[in-house]
């Protein structure tokens, strides 16, 4: 018995020394800090550089813009890793030539047994479109019926303070300690040019904030300097994301959204039951 004891000592030792180091990781993971830096250029020199440094320098990402090429490098504790290439993307015009000899014979082989599937079944090659089209708007919709449920909801004025608290809250947190905004700018109108510097009159008076921007009200010029130096934590992000989320119109919205998703999902297993019977 005296041995029984001991062995369950020293499990539950071991196994709350694991759970306090777990805890440790989590915190320092969620307090280190998440240093970043940008900066911008317009015009004949367009390029753009974002570091973003976490963890004290053990994890870092460095992203440039340079010449219509985009380079992202990651580093773990000062080594970097090899990225793999990113391929342009083509045009919509642009479409890939495929390999003549592989295309004329994949080409019969799928007009073939098409033709056949349909001379033996057309009904179920209908029933196979539908099905994919089902699919692919299911995929479409998904995240644009969240965002419908959101524009139906009738008492918008507490959401939207929820919106509005939620925009200070990450702004708080993520707000740069350096900005800085300079260069040329002008457009094809002054009475435009002359709107600008007001809205940016307003925002010199902020902390933390440099404009020094010159109107060219005689012709179209976009010359601009972006310099941004910041540092936040995950936890200052992810609390007023969770307060958000938490929030009373916010809970309803998404218990809504739930509940329209059963019944869709209903719905839809109800159709291919009806489908197979038909089969």
Not at 45 to 58: E, H, N, Q, T
Not at 64 to 91: D, H, R
Not at 103 to 115: F, G, V
Not at 174 to 196: I, R
Request: hydrophobic share 40%; glycine share 6%; with cysteine.
């Amino acid at each position: 018995m005296f041995l029984i004891l001991n062995i369950l000592k020293i499990v539950a030792v071991t196994l709350g020394l694991l759970l306090a180091v777990i805890l440790l990781l989590i915190g320092f993971i969620m307090i280190a800090p998440l240093s970043y830096k940008v900066l911008a250029l317009t015009g004949a020199k367009k390029s753009a550089c974002v570091k973003a440094r976490w963890l004290f320098g053990i994890v870092g990402v460095k992203a440039i813009y340079k010449n219509s090429e985009t380079t992202v490098t990651t580093y773990v504790c000062g080594f970097a890793l090899k990225n793999k290439p990113k391929n342009k993307k083509p045009k919509k015009h642009e479409k890939p030539e495929p390999d003549n000899k592989q295309s004329e014979h994949t080409t019969d082989d799928e007009t073939t047994i098409e033709t056949n599937a349909r001379d033996k079944n057309p009904k179920r090659a209908i029933i196979k479109k539908s099905k994919r089209k089902k699919n692919a708007g299911e995929k479409k919709t998904g995240f644009t019926q969240f965002i419908n449920e959101i524009i139906i909801y009738p008492d918008k004025k507490p959401l939207i303070d929820k919106i509005k608290l939620l925009i200070k809250r990450l702004y708080r947190t993520a707000k740069p300690k350096y900005f800085y905004l300079g260069g040329e700018v002008g457009f094809d109108s002054p009475h435009h040019t002359g709107y600008m510097l007001a809205a940016l009159g307003m925002l010199r008076g902020m902390k933390n904030l440099n404009i020094d921007i010159t109107p060219n009200m005689e012709e179209k010029a976009f010359d601009i300097i972006l310099k941004i130096n910041g540092r936040m934590t995950l936890f200052g992000l992810s609390l007023p994301v969770l307060l958000f989320i938490f929030a009373a119109p916010v809970r309803r919205i998404i218990k809504t959204h739930r509940q329209n998703k059963s019944a869709d999902e209903k719905i839809n297993q109800t159709l291919n039951e009806n489908v197979h019977k038909s089969d």
